[in-house]
């Protein structure tokens, strides 16, 4: 059973910086890791949960347009460990940041939309909050 362990959450000021990571563990393999679809999902109180920003086995990424050129997404295979650094942040980025990975490569057309219904992996999440 793969699970998925966030850390590096925590209270920031608006216009400052964090890097979330995401450790896995219970892939049967590390090949299995490297060709995994991964993710990251955020959920405010009130809200919808929102995809965020995802990364295909080949590197390859797609990031939401609320966070495009802020936010980055990267994996260590050998690590097994995905990230998120996240710059310039703001109010609007206070979240419940959650990792979620798959055994497979990514869908079709998760360029246009990171879809929390692909996932069966899912980390229990890490609290960002943005002060102004």
């Known amino acids: 059973q793969v699970q998925l362990v966030e850390s590096g959450g925590g209270s920031v000021q608006a216009g400052g910086s964090l890097r979330l990571s995401c450790a896995a563990s219970g892939y049967t393999s590390g090949s299995i890791y490297v060709s995994a679809c991964l993710a990251w999902f955020r959920q405010a109180p009130g809200k919808e949960r929102e995809g965020v920003a995802l990364?295909?086995?080949?590197?390859?990424?797609s990031i939401a347009d609320s966070v495009k050129g802020r936010f980055t997404i990267s994996k260590d295979n050998a690590k097994k460990t995905l990230f998120l650094q996240m710059n310039s942040l703001n109010a609007e980025d206070t979240a419940m940041y959650y990792c979620a990975a798959h055994y497979l490569r990514c869908y079709s057309g998760y360029e246009k939309r990171i879809d929390s219904q692909y996932f069966p992996y899912w980390g229990r999440g890490t609290q960002v909050t943005v002060s102004t």
């Open positions: 990364i295909e086995s080949d590197g390859r990424t």
